[in-house]
């Protein structure tokens, strides 16, 4: 048996361990913000890798998102959680709907430049609280943006970020493991998440396992003001990778 045999279809080994290093690091950030892993990996998989998206992206996403739940399992607030997801499934609902009206790409761009306002705000001290109304708010963006753009962290990062980075990424990680596991099941009903894209998902889980125990390392030689900073930076990142496949010739 040669190792070509065992990457996925489709796959050279230089692609292979590519993807690998952008899986090892977009889990490392998760591991020490709470977000960051389809921000950093999904507007580079759509540069380089569109194999990886969407259902591969999702499914380790999940993982990754697990993962930080149950490390930081007893920090999770759960009525914070339980608001988030119920605006996030509304919010789901209602970006299908605005998809048969409006082009995707009027939303996405739409939505690119409020997480740029909103971290702009929030570096000139604006604060919100994560309150249940708030943060149902930010379930409702976030599962529209999530449908229109792969990258529905943002709103939460920007309502959550004054937490205690614990509770931050325990509870980010929860919502976001729940939401994944949602989408992967509406791929896999669409027959766009089958066996080549679970052996890919599976093959390079490893190298996520990797980034996140050295997130374990990491998280805790943050400040929460360092965390905070971190996840504005995410944020921007999210939104310019938008930007910047909006701008890219389909």
């Known amino acids: ?93 209602v970006a299908v709907a605005a998809m048969t009206q409006l082009p995707a790409e009027v939303l ?22 994560a309150s249940g109304l708030n943060m149902a708010v930010a379930g409702a963006a976030s599962g529209f943006m999530g449908t229109v753009t792969s990258a529905g962290a943002p709103p939460f990062a920007i309502v959550m970020q004054h937490l205690p980075p614990p509770q931050l990424r325990a509870t980010i990680g929860c919502i976001l493991c729940a939401g994944a596991a949602f989408s992967l099941a509406m791929l896999a009903a669409a027959g766009r998440f089958g066996l080549v894209e679970l052996w890919l998902s599976l093959s390079l889980s490893p190298m996520l396992l990797v980034g996140f125990a050295v997130s374990n390392r990491l998280k805790n030689r943050f400040s929460a003001k360092a965390v905070r900073k971190l996840l504005l930076a995410l944020c921007t990142a999210g939104a310019i990778g938008v930007l910047v496949k909006l701008a890219l010739p389909a």
């Not at 977000?35 to 969407?54: D, E, K, N, R, W």
């Not at 998102?65 to 996030?88: D, H, P, V």
């Not at 996405?108 to 609280?129: D, K």
Request: positive net charge.
């Open 1 to 93: 048996m040669t190792l070509s045999t065992l990457l996925p279809a489709g796959t050279t080994a230089w692609q292979f361990g590519l993807m690998g290093a952008l899986i090892l690091c977009g889990a490392c950030l998760q591991g020490v913000g709470g977000i960051g892993f389809s921000m950093v990996s999904a507007p580079v998989a759509v540069l380089f890798f569109p194999q990886l998206a969407p259902g591969p992206l999702l499914a380790m996403g999940g993982l990754v998102s697990l993962l930080g739940a149950i490390r930081e399992f007893r920090a999770i607030a759960w009525r914070t959680a339980g608001n988030a997801l119920a605006g996030r499934a509304a919010g789901t609902v």
């Open 108 to 129: 996405a761009l739409v939505f690119a430049l409020s997480i740029l306002a909103a971290v702009a705000l929030s570096l000139l001290g604006w604060r919100v609280q």
